[in-house]
């Protein structure tokens, strides 16, 4: 029995690869026991702000047996999205995952793919594809299924490639061997809490997303508040700071995904090009990019904003 486990699991980390995913992990579907008390503690204190839908499915997040019926086995993967070619310095600011083709569209490709070969290989196995749509703990599964460590800026993160990648899952029927959690490897290093522009990293390990640029970028539907002019630091559609101040994203290299490659013109768009702005521009530009979720005005609002 363990040995058709393996046999199944090594299949299925192979094919994962093939697709394009940097990595595969497995964890057994269970209640993800020391995430319940933490979560609760966060929601509490209104750490997601206005993200009403962070306190709704609560056991279901803590549970993928809840969510997928009869499910044994949750597989996670990174895909990379880290670019070659970065918007210059003295531009308004997207960040790095934004910059192609939404990656919602081009993961669940790859995971139906994925879940077809595992049911063409193995037989049938049913289960379901998530990537940040549902109610699931994303990184939580990551670092339990061995594919990283959660660090203190809440990313997870890898010593081989640092932390510009997506976490998706697939949650299955099917009993396979499974992986155990990495070490931390943070130390002593604050550099993602001491260049927070606005604070939200409260302590290692804990962010307010309240507090966090990409809330209110792209999550904050009202008004952007005045206690917070001057420090979102050029960024219009969420932030990479503590990402690009980690000492592990040293070892970030650039994706081989042509769907993730930005539109030309973004690149060389200057403070005045964004200024002026059209909503045609807008359309050309982020024909199916994730800043589509933040609509043109949303957009225009972050830029008058960061302009003033």
Same mark, same amino acid.
């Given at each position: 029995m363990i040995e058709k486990q393996i046999k199944r699991t090594n299949l299925i980390k192979t094919e994962a690869k093939r697709l394009g995913f940097l990595s595969c992990g497995i964890s057994k579907a269970e209640f993800l026991e020391t995430e319940a008390p933490r979560l609760e503690n966060w929601l509490s204190q209104n750490m997601n702000g206005e993200m009403s839908y962070m306190e709704n499915?609560? /056991?279901?997040?803590? /549970?993928?047996?809840k969510l997928v019926e009869g499910s044994k086995s949750v597989i996670s993967l990174l895909l990379n999205y880290y670019p070659e070619e970065k918007q210059h310095k003295n531009t308004y600011k997207i960040s790095k995952y934004a910059y192609g083709t939404d990656y919602h569209f081009i993961i669940k490709d790859k995971l139906k793919t994925l879940l077809n070969y595992i049911q063409t290989e193995i037989g049938e196995v049913h289960g379901r594809a998530f990537v940040d749509s549902a109610p699931v703990l994303d990184k939580a599964w990551a670092a339990k299924s061995g594919l990283g460590w959660i660090g203190k800026h809440s990313n997870l993160l890898t010593q081989q490639v640092g932390s510009f990648y997506f976490i998706a899952e697939l949650i299955i029927d099917l009993d396979l061997a499974y992986d155990h959690p990495v070490t /931390?490897?943070?130390?002593?290093?604050? *550099?993602?809490?001491?260049?927070?522009p606005t604070e939200a990293i409260v302590e290692p390990y804990k962010v307010d997303g309240s507090k966090c640029i990409?809330?209110?970028?792209?999550?904050l539907k009202n008004e952007l508040p005045n206690s917070m002019k001057n420090k979102f630091d050029d960024w219009m559609f969420g932030c990479d700071v503590c990402q690009d101040v980690c000492p592990w994203n040293r070892f970030s290299k650039p994706h081989n995904e042509p769907l993730f490659n930005?539109?030309?013109? +973004?690149?060389?768009m200057t403070k005045k /090009?964004?200024? %002026?702005?059209?909503? %045609?521009?807008?359309?050309? +530009?982020?024909?199916?990019? *994730?800043v589509k979720r933040t609509k043109f005005t949303g957009l225009k609002r972050n830029i008058e904003f960061l302009k003033n």
């Open positions: 499915h609560f /056991d279901k997040r803590l /549970d993928p047996t /931390d490897h943070c130390g002593t290093c604050t *550099a993602c809490i001491d260049a927070c990409s809330y209110f970028t792209i999550e930005p539109h030309p013109e +973004l690149l060389s /090009d964004w200024e %002026e702005i059209t909503q %045609e521009v807008f359309q050309q +530009l982020f024909k199916k990019s *994730a």
